[in-house]
């Protein structure tokens, strides 16, 4: 029989969790299984995990069906009573060993629902990965849950609390993965900005990113993932700004750029908080490049409101968008505030998208004859250091790093050839 298939949703962080999901089914000897590791950040995603499960089942009936992840977390019950479901798993259960060992689903489960309470768990255990499906990039976890309470946001009830992974962990981790040969690390985690401040000593992400850059010399390029650009320490922002092998693409969550509609959210930024950290990090790194969230739609935005976070894409210089149609999520005090027309919630998400593409396609077109580097993803595809993906004119081996010309670019990304 063939080893359990992990379907994943969501986040960078599900995708790491996806490949301690697999080693622990591997290890535990787990067969014609499939587990959907899902997401919950909108409705649309829990709706397109029960999609996708119930197709899995249509088309292969004899396997088992395992659910975990963050909107398994919030609906075992939910998911427990989907006939196509054998078995549901907590965000924390799905990481051990023990949970997967002893799986006989030919002889029936003793219990179909492993989800204990989020909210007790009070440290990120350190796990350590030799290598992922994904040859090209490696994903390492140093930060789980979020203290903050975001009035649209469900995930700190699927996570839990921030709890950060040791320093040291980290390290031998990333020492790991790049003795196995990868040369790209991503940092994940859910709110990593809030990293180190469950632990002792003065430790934050800066701290944390200059440790992995002095122990590690070998790693040839490291990212990091979603920040919270208020949070961002001193020491990160000045390695941001000077380090090359801290690529210069960072996401943002900025959500909004209207101050009353932060506000109603819960945020901890301005708009001029944002514009300021943007022209900063550009001043002094001009080839940085922005990605950004932005929710549009949320309860009582107004048009005016709204064309302050179509502004903010201009004076942020952001890149690449990633829109949210607002989607009330079940008992968050934004669910309770007044709800704008769903058709208009639609409409400003396109207006927002249209933006998104026309400021992407503007930096592909831009990069035309330019000579960078960029990290191989398949034969023929690779993404630059500014995270903009490359179709190239030869067969390159996955993983490595190469020299490129940019030789010309479409709706999609860049075409290059190497040099």
Known sequence: MAEAEIVSFGCRLNSFESEIIRDNARNAGVENAIVFNTCAVTSEAQRQARQAIRR?????????????????????????????????????????????????????????????????????????????????????????????????????????????????????????????????????????????????????????VGKILDQVPELKRLRIS???????????????????????????????????????????????????????????RPDIVFGADLIAGFPTETEEMFENSLALVDECDLTYLHVFPFSARPDTPAARMPQLDGRLIKQRAARLRKIGDQRRQRFFQNQTGCVTNALVETATTARTSQFAPVTMAQNCQPGAIIDIRITGADSSGLKAELI
Request: charged share 25%; with cysteine.
């Open 56 to 208: 899995a089942k249509r088309e292969a009936p004899g396997r088992a069906v395992i659910v975990t992840g963050c909107a398994a977390q919030l609906d075992a019950a939910g998911f427990a009573a989907m006939d196509e479901v054998d078995l549901v798993l907590g965000n924390e259960e799905k990481l051990h060993f023990q949970t997967y060992q002893g799986l006989d689903f030919e002889a029936g489960l003793t219990e179909r629902v492993l989800v204990n309470d989020i909210m007790a768990v009070s440290q990120s255990a350190p796990q350590l990965i030799e290598g992922f499906s994904e040859r090209s990039r490696a994903f390492v976890q140093i930060q789980n849950g979020c203290n903050h309470r975001c009035t649209f946001c469900i995930i700190p009830f699927g996570r839990g609390n921030s709890r950060s992974v040791p320093a040291g962990d980290v390290v031998r981790q990333i020492a790991k993965l790049v003795e196995n040969g990868y040369n790209e690390i991503v940092l994940t985690g859910v709110d990593i900005t809030a990293y180190g401040a469950d632990l002792p000593g003065n430790m934050q992400l800066g701290s944390l």
């Open 226 to 284: 979603s920040i919270d650009s208020v949070e961002a320490d001193e020491e990160l922002v000045k390695i941001i700004e000077t380090e090359e092998r801290l690529l210069p693409h960072l996401h943002l969550s900025l959500q909004s750029g209207d101050n009353m509609i932060l506000k109603r959210m819960k945020r901890r930024h301005s708009r001029e908080d944002s514009i300021e950290f943007c022209a900063r990090l550009k001043q002094a």
